[in-house]
């Protein structure tokens, strides 16, 4: 049965599969961080101020790499997982999961040889953390973030941002609300100028969450104690103050363990004239209980918004995965299903952006109703059908004998000659078709949310369209131009039966003087007006029945065409294809694909932590 202590537990191991999938308190995430919800111990302080010190005396062990300049460059993640007593203890590491470390020294190494490996040996710093679990009976259930010590200058070798990049990283640790800040200051330095109370104080100026740790008790000048600090009159924070007296640098090079160590600072506190009332309230022993007490409040407090924020985010990220695209099929039956399901669905989009539902088809129908009415207007049949232009076509027709009654090769000619002006508006028809057609061709790829994560995909479907309607264009045309054709080769007979016969009148052929000249101009000119308003009715009657079998022939070959017919070419090709050539047309998007992967891990961290807490059974 899982008790408080599993709690510790369970946010170790939520924070272990964080770090897995990267996230982790102060990286620079773009999504809001499951790391940053979860509660953590921040160890902070400055150089030499003993952080080192005061973590190895809270696990018992040395374990931590020493020397001059700035040796913790990752932060540490370090995990204390209370055994049975006579276990023996070990620590593992995250990146190494199967490898027990039992001797501490290599621990040691481990950490320094991790920390180079992802910042090089150029002394950079690195927000990606070490993770370190230590199983032991001495310890208690205890998570605490080692971070680099706050400094004043860059040493040799290291870039002079790396004071303020070292600033920086602890800032966004210690900044989130959920840390736990462990602040340590040396007992010999005057209080006012601790770096770690300065940071603590900037985040945290209430004192809510900030634990003041005093090391270096037993080097404080003699007669002089630090009373001021630790009863909180120095500076005032919610917790209790804590002193501690570590191993001086003497009791480190004559290899004094921690065991011994501990039993020394008990003494001193025990003994101390200045601190022997606080003795029980004082030490690393009871700073570890504190704060795992503490800890396991703070989490305890803290899980159901833990929960619901797991929950928000999960289905967040489903939607998500959602919008992105489920990841492709890898054989190529499962390939083709998929690329015929995107193209149905863009068909479904193009065919709504016809029949209605989506706008666009109405330009159709404008086309018909305005561009071709107005072009037909506009033909020239005034030009055409001119006095001038009848006297010169009908001469022409009649060769070296005048027509002596209605010029049928005049006519014939006149009214083939205008028919051939409606060549132009019905190719237009098809053209100015053709152009809507492939405006929604563009659109409803734009449009179609399934086919957006595949570039490929979508440049192949727009070819296959677009060529298609090349086709149907093609026919569109020849089919108008056949109907302006047809219209030329049979005239309707009826509609010049019906006409009046011209009466022949010769006029006064007897007084050939100049009047009987203008009689006879007056006469021609009025014979070719009447050709001339003749073959214009007669081109009129066509224009109309043109206005309305062009759209139809339009309609027919182009739109409903494309309506029934856009990819049918292509489906026929496709189903050829083989596997590669399949997998090239599902082609993703790199960035498209990379942001369904961060989401994928997203969502699998999230799931993991949900069943990490589904896992355990709350006692209470
Ligand atoms: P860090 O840089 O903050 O990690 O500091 P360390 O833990 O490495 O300590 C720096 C030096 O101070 C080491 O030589 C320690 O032995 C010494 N030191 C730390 N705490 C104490 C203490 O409470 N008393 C004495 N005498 N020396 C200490
Ligand atoms: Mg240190």
């Not at 790391?35 to 931590?64: M, Y």
């Not at 101390?272 to 209980?289: T, V």
């Not at 995909?457 to 264009?473: H, P, V």
Request: glycine share 6%.
């Amino acid at each position: 049965m899982a008790t408080m202590e599993s709690l510790i537990g369970l946010v170790n191991r939520i924070q272990r599969a964080c770090t897995a999938l990267g996230d982790y308190g102060g990286g620079d995430n773009a999504f809001s961080s499951l790391w940053d919800a979860l509660p953590t111990v921040a160890v902070v302080g400055g150089q030499s101020s003993g952080k080192s010190s005061v973590l190895e005396s809270i696990v018992g062990r040395d374990f931590l790499p020493r020397g001059s300049g700035i040796v913790t460059r990752r932060p540490l993640v370090l995990q204390l997982q209370r055994t049975e007593d006579g276990q023996q203890d070990y620590a593992e590491f995250g990146h190494l999961p199967r490898r027990r470390f039992t001797d501490f020294a290599m621990v040691r190494k481990e950490i320094q040889d991790e920390t180079d490996r992802i910042t090089g040996k150029t002394k950079q710093i690195s927000p990606v953390p070490i993770h370190l679990s230590i199983y032991s009976p001495y310890v208690v259930n205890l998570t605490l973030i080692d971070l680099p010590g706050l400094t004043k200058v860059a040493v040799e070798g290291q870039p002079e941002s790396v004071v303020e990049d070292i600033e920086n990283m602890v800032r966004s640790y210690v900044e989130k609300p959920n840390c736990i800040i462990l602040a340590i200051s040396p007992a010999n330095q005057d209080i006012a100028t601790s770096d770690a109370i300065k940071l603590a104080r900037e985040v945290d100026a209430a004192g809510e969450r900030t634990f003041g740790v005093l090391t270096k008790l037993d080097l404080m000048d003699k007669g002089t104690n630090a009373l001021d600090v630790l009863e909180g009159r120095s500076y005032r924070l919610q917790q209790p103050w804590v002193g501690i007296v570590n191993r001086s640098q003497a009791d480190i090079n004559k290899n004094v363990d921690m065991i011994a160590a501990r039993r020394k600072e008990r003494e001193y506190f025990a003994t101390s004239p200045d601190y022997g009332h606080l003795a029980s309230k004082m030490g690393s022993e009871y700073l570890a209980r504190l704060l795992s007490k503490h800890l396991e409040s703070v989490i305890k407090a803290r899980i159901p918004s833990i929960t619901s924020l797991i929950n928000k985010s999960i289905e967040e990220l489903e939607s998500e995965m959602d919008l992105l695209g489920r990841p492709i099929a890898v054989d190529a039956g499962a390939q083709l299903y998929t690329i015929l399901e995107l193209c149905r669905a863009f068909d479904k989009i193009f065919k709504e952006h016809l029949d209605g539902g989506r706008p666009g088809g109405d330009q159709i129908y404008g086309v018909f109703d305005n561009k071709l009415p107005a072009a037909l207007k506009k033909l020239p049949f005034d030009r055409h059908l001119s006095i001038q232009n009848v006297r010169k076509v009908v001469s022409e027709a009649d060769g070296y004998q005048p027509h002596l009654i209605a010029p049928e090769q005049g006519y014939r000619r006149l009214i083939e000659g205008a028919l051939n002006y409606f060549r132009g508006p019905a190719e237009a028809s098809a053209d100015a078709v053709h152009f809507v057609l492939k405006e929604l061709v563009r659109r409803s790829i734009a449009e179609c949310q399934e086919l957006k994560r595949f570039p490929s995909l979508q440049s192949t479907i727009a070819g296959a369209a677009n060529e298609a309607l090349e086709r149907f264009r093609e026919n569109g045309k020849k089919t108008v131009i056949r109907l302006v054709d047809m219209e030329s080769s049979y005239l309707t007979v009826d509609f010049f039966r019906r006409l009046p016969q011209e009466v022949e009148k010769a006029g006064n052929v007897a007084g050939a003087n100049a009047a009987a000249t203008t009689n006879v101009d007056r006469y021609a000119e009025g014979h070719f007006r009447r050709i001339g308003s003749n073959v214009s009715s007669y081109v009129n009657m066509v224009s109309e029945t043109l206005k309305n079998t062009i759209p139809k022939a339009v309609v027919y070959c182009q739109v409903r065409e494309a309506k029934l017919s856009l990819l049918n070419h292509f489906y026929t090709q496709i189903g050829k294809k083989e596997g590669k050539q399949l997998s090239e047309l599902l082609d993703e998007d790199p960035a498209l694909m990379e942001k369904r992967q961060q989401c994928a891990k997203r969502l699998e961290l999230y799931k993991k932590a949900r069943d990490e807490i589904d896992s355990v059974s709350w006692a209470r």
